[in-house]
């Protein structure tokens, strides 16, 4: 195994979990590298999860803020979460135990967008970051990194922290190097430069991480793979709205608002997600490209397909077979994928300039077309924004995605008014269900409502909603945006009381 | 006064407003140029509401849609709203008699981030532009256009137009020549290539305006003043206002957040914003910059003290006298303003390149942070969002200011939910009243609420605040951002029936 380190001073700093989990201390902020399952530290955090543990049997306080990429695995949030290890987490979690903490009031979370994490840790935002614990796939005679299968913050952690703790992981083909680009041009204000990336696939950094040697306070071995998601196969639901935005790509195409080749992709992650790329892979389109934060089973089909030419992200989100297939030919796949960190792969000037085809999923979307994607019944934190914000305001096409009911049917993904905005009618020009697409580019509101109804609402919701419009079009105060106050969140709060919002 | 039409060709085309306005037929889209009162033609949206008014006289259909760069005057929105000439109006809007069309629902407006309405038309997302009615302050031998006091879409319009009517204002000086800087760089993805601006001051582009002239089928000769804002003199909530975020930016540059010399400031429009330039003016800062929308009085001043080295904005927002002053010595302040075009002013790769600190107005915010900028009780629209989310998504800082009450007293800016979202959570980092100000960077929503209501709220809605979160704290679904949704919108609706939100 440790072949892989090849720094001879970074080989005397090799030690066990628990020794460098020894090095965190009770109110130290941790930025852990990580980014969906893909690339987070495996056994330092479970080592810390226990240290924590066995102090707080102890009755002492120890609780720490964990900084990350995006989610990461049972290993890190669940372990940490299960302990009530965190006091604070940022920027993104899906874990179930984490999010159970978060909604009992137990830790504090900040929903963060993607791209602003790192230079709010740079600007002094967040405070100072304590240590670093990334993961690694090798480390060469001279000290740089080979990077893991995600990038995430994992430059920003390595040059902010006071102290650095480095998992080697073995497991990790050691065909990843060469995959990633390191972008080391950016600067605080007013020292910043324009960033010449000028096609998804341009590789403008290197290909590894650098660390200040003197930093680094442990090195641990570990052989752990990456705790990946499966996907289901897309069921009628998810063909259907992947069948309607296949349809608008194409008319779009048609009337000369896309290239043949369209705009590079953006798809967020999960079963819709895969759907649509699923359907993109059995389409017409050849030749495209993907720029976009995960790299998940279904961009690998359209890449083996030839459909997609190339596809840069900030991690891999590949279930466990699809991995596999991504590792037994490395030298294939470093030619078309490009690994980033998070700030470039979701940085605002890059997704304007590319022109970014954003397709995301949603939690609800109201009939003036503002978007929830983070906020069960207003209130429960689900996971996070995300990269959702970065992409939508800046693409050049935004669409959101949802069945339109959840819950067998008792939730209604159109809401005369959603418990939380995450994305305002300014940045959501596409909204697509099972049952239809509305276009909402170049649309007042009640003409979006009229469109969203129509469109996208189940058929057994739609006529409460047609009746919502008509008596706020008769009796709100004003007929821009007509509403009723006193209803608009009357559906959330019915189910609350009643499981069922009708 | 024909002395500023050099082009012989186009002189050819000189015409009176009544015959311009007759090349203007119902349906057909106008972009007109104007940004605030500055910069809009004066004389043939006037021909062309009567025109539209006669017509409606004899029974006929005519009603067009109107683009614009942002709010115009009442010679433009006023004359063509009063004889309900507007199927549709976008990006922005400020005038009372246009305002009041919306609410009432006669006509469709839209309301879009300033820096997105110029790719929307090239996209093709609004559809074909018909007509563009631009005033300028002359016209070359070569017919190139010296720009008037707004740059604004003009760009755009006198290249996407099918036909291209001129308004040559001899009333503004011809001194403005060489004041402005217009990039042509711009391209539809995916030929888009990174915008070489790196200081606020920088000159990327041409003094000139170009157009086809075989388009131009109208050249109008007018004399006719901008009709600019009075602002009204600080009170001492404003000046409140202002002196929280003085003491604010001290705080930040004495911690090495910010720089000595700050990093270029955006501001709103309004009295609010230009109280807070006042108090910046008289503060120790020096050799500040600005990369904003708009000049307004405060910053001439600033400009004058040599608290602002440069400013560079989109339009000029001057009152009349700060006008006079300007227009008296245009080839000192060529020297240290540069007008361009909204894409420019308000491009998110350049607010993010630059650091922006950007501070804008608000209608309401509520106890998480999220911020309405746009509609009154939810329904009704009031002016739009503008660049204000262009700026706050992307701004090094993003601050929001308003006084704690309105009318009287009768409506709290703090309210347990905001009617509207325009700038979610995710966007806001520092809220401001008269009575303090709350630092949200790094704080979770229940910490954010504790700040918001210790710090912002006005001293009579505090109480009610602090128990509606506690409550909320107890009963909600979730402790994420606990809200009973219930009550969440109540105080809107209690003002509705009572004019009281208590």
């Not at 989990?21 to 109110?27: E, F, M, Q, T």
């Not at 590894?208 to 052989?223: C, F, G, N, P, S």
């Not at 009939?367 to 050049?396: K, L, P, Q, W």
Request: with cysteine.
């Amino acid at each position: 195994m440790s072949s892989r380190i090849l720094h001879p001073g970074l080989r005397g700093r090799l030690m066990s979990a628990d020794l460098a989990a020894a090095l965190i201390h009770d109110g130290d902020n941790v930025g852990m590298s990580g980014f969906t399952g893909s690339g987070s530290p495996k056994v330092v955090p479970q080592a810390l999860a226990r240290r924590i543990d066995d102090a707080h049997h102890r009755g002492e306080h120890f609780r720490i803020g964990v900084w990350t990429g995006a989610s990461t695995s049972a290993e890190l949030d669940g372990a940490l979460a299960k302990v009530n290890a965190m006091d604070l987490r940022l920027p993104y979690q899906s874990d179930p135990q984490c999010r159970a903490r978060i909604n009992a009031g137990q830790m504090d979370y900040i929903d963060v967008h993607l791209s602003h994490v790192a230079q709010y840790v740079w600007f002094g935002f967040f405070g100072p970051l304590d240590v670093a614990v990334v993961e690694v796939a090798g480390i060469l005679e001279d000290g740089r990194l080979i990077p893991s299968t995600s990038i995430g913050n994992n430059k920003t952690w390595l040059e902010q922290a006071g102290k650095v703790i480095l998992e080697v992981n073995s497991w990790q083909p050691a065909g990843l190097e060469g995959m990633h680009d390191v972008y080391y041009g950016t600067e605080r204000p007013p020292h910043r430069k324009p960033i010449p990336l000028v096609h998804p696939n341009d590789r403008i950094g290197e290909p590894y991480l650098k660390v200040d040697l003197d930093k680094v306070v442990a090195v641990v071995e570990t052989h752990h793979a990456d705790k990946s998601a499966e996907f289901s196969p897309p069921d009628a639901t998810s063909r259907a709205i992947a069948g309607h935005i296949l349809d608008f790509l194409q008319h779009e195409v048609k009337h000369g608002r896309l290239p043949a080749e369209l705009l590079p992709l953006q798809s967020g992650v999960g079963n819709i997600a895969n759907a649509v790329l699923e359907g993109l892979n059995n389409g017409p389109f050849k030749g495209l490209t993907a720029y976009t934060e995960v790299l998940q089973d279904g961009m690998l089909e359209m890449l083996k397909s030839g459909t997609l030419a190339s596809a840069s992200s900030a991690a891999l989100a590949l279930s466990p077979a699809a991995l596999a297939e991504f590792n037994a030919d490395l030298d294939h796949w470093r030619r078309r994928v490009v690994l980033r960190p998070q700030e470039i792969s979701n940085h605002p000037e890059l997704i304007r300039r590319l022109g970014i085809i954003a397709m995301n999923g949603m939690i609800e979307a109201d009939i003036y077309g503002n978007v929830n994607s983070t906020h069960v019944m207003g209130s429960s934190i689900m996971n996070g924004i995300g990269g959702s914000g970065d992409f939508a305001r800046n693409a050049y096409l935004s669409i959101f995605m949802a069945p339109s009911t959840a819950k067998g049917g008792a939730i209604s993904t159109l809401v005369p008014m959603v418990s939380h905005v995450d994305h305002t009618e300014h940045d959501v020009q596409v909204l697509v269900t099972e049952n239809g697409l509305a276009d909402l580019r170049g649309k007042s509101p009640r003409k979006r409502a009229e469109l969203i109804i129509q469109h996208c609402a189940h058929p057994s919701f739609r006529p409460e909603l047609q009746d919502y419009l008509e008596r706020a079009r008769a009796g709100a105060s004003g007929q821009h945006t007509p509403h009723l106050l006193d209803e608009a969140l009357s559906w959330h709060g019915r189910y609350l009381k009643t499981g069922h919002m009708r």
